[in-house]
């Protein structure tokens, strides 16, 4: 659970931002922001002014709510007659997380609050979050460590024969049973995924909505992502990119198995997929800027002759090769083009240059880091080597 003392080094960050942009507080709405500074993600709304003492209004489950938060101010959600007395009169400017927030509830507390200006505060909320503290970074750890060994009995279920679905549905069993959650939060409007995916060469070229290098056919049109009924083919690589989540924070990991050999240009893109994921992770210092670095990645793609394949297949690829991670699979930074955004010491990035290769495969690598001084700091222990069955 979270404690009283990160929950208040959090909301001292906010409220030092709020003051600085002239913001009077910021009021949440999101589930998981109303976590990450209350620790409870009971059905709430959170208010924190830019001075003073927040307060946490909860529907339900009350009793559950006043027992996890760390907001000494915990009450029962007030009536639409009362909420506005709930707020200082001097209070003008209000934030909102305008980036996930529904227009019926954005109206709601409009209409509650009449006359108050309601600001975008979705920046300000994400690179706070970006910023982990050292708490957060060992629950991270907790979740390489535990997503690490459900990877390490992969040897032991993978059979050739099996459909991608069932690779999947063994290693989401096992990682169940390690405690894992599941719940895999994304802020990004119309993204979605349910844990991971296994992915062979059968599915390898499928395309679709997930912004990521790798889609997967899924099992129907209504769930056109991840592993499907196809049958896994020999000498052929398999991807499987799963996360961990482990008291609501999140890790992403990918490992390539193969049953049997592997064809000597995938071999070479696993290599160049190696040292593009060695390359960033030196450069994982703060002050480096975001798009160079991913700039850089695609640079030694294609000086590897592998540009057409870098981070999807040709015609579909993805336009970064690190995202964020955290609470939510989507955090800031992210190793993008047009992300001309410095690092900072603290933040955690999943790094994951890939290569598909439609009717071939896929192929590459994707592990976890820390930004600290020292470059990237690797937050799971688990080998990068291809696993031959």
Known sequence: MLTRQESQQRISRLQEALRANGIDGALFIHPI?????????????LWVP???????????????GQQESCIEDTRPFPSSKEFPAQFEEGVRSIGFTFDVAPVQQFNYYQKLLPGRDFVDVSAINREIRSVKSPWELEQIRYCGKQLSGVFRQVP?????????????????????????????????????????????SATAGATGFFDGAVTGEGM?????????????????????????VFNGYIIDMTRFFVIGTLAPELEHAFRTAL?????LAEQLKPGAICEELFLKAAEMAQQAGLAEHFMGAPGENAKFVGHGVGLELDEFPVL???????????????????????????????????VSDEGGVRLSDLPDDIVYL
């Not at 922001?33 to 059905?43: A, E, K, L």
């Not at 290693?171 to 844990?195: D, P």
């Not at 010491?345 to 820390?370: C, D, R, W, Y």
């Open 156 to 200: 032991e279920f993978l059979k050739p024969g099996m459909r991608e679905v069932d690779l999947a549905a063994e290693f989401e069993y096992r990682l169940r049973k390690a405690g894992g959650e599941g719940y895999v939060r994304m802020r990004a409007f119309n993204q979605e995924l349910f844990q991971g995916l296994a992915v062979s």
């Open 220 to 244: 129907s049109s209504a769930s056109p992502h991840g592993a499907s009924a196809a049958l896994i083919p020999v000498n052929a690589p398999i991807l499987i990119d799963y996360t961990g």
């Open 336 to 370: 993008a083009q047009g992300f001309k955004v410095a690092l900072q010491a603290g933040q955690t990035l999943a790094i994951e240059p890939k290569f598909v290769f439609p009717g071939q495969g896929v192929i590459g690598i994707e592990n976890t880091f820390a």
């Open 33 to 45: 922001d109303v976590y990450y500074f209350s620790g409870t993600r009971q059905n709430s709304t």
């Open 275 to 279: 040292a593009i994921q060695g390359y």
């Open 50 to 64: 830019a001075a003073g003492e927040p307060r946490l209004w909860v529907r339900k489950s009350l009793a559950r």
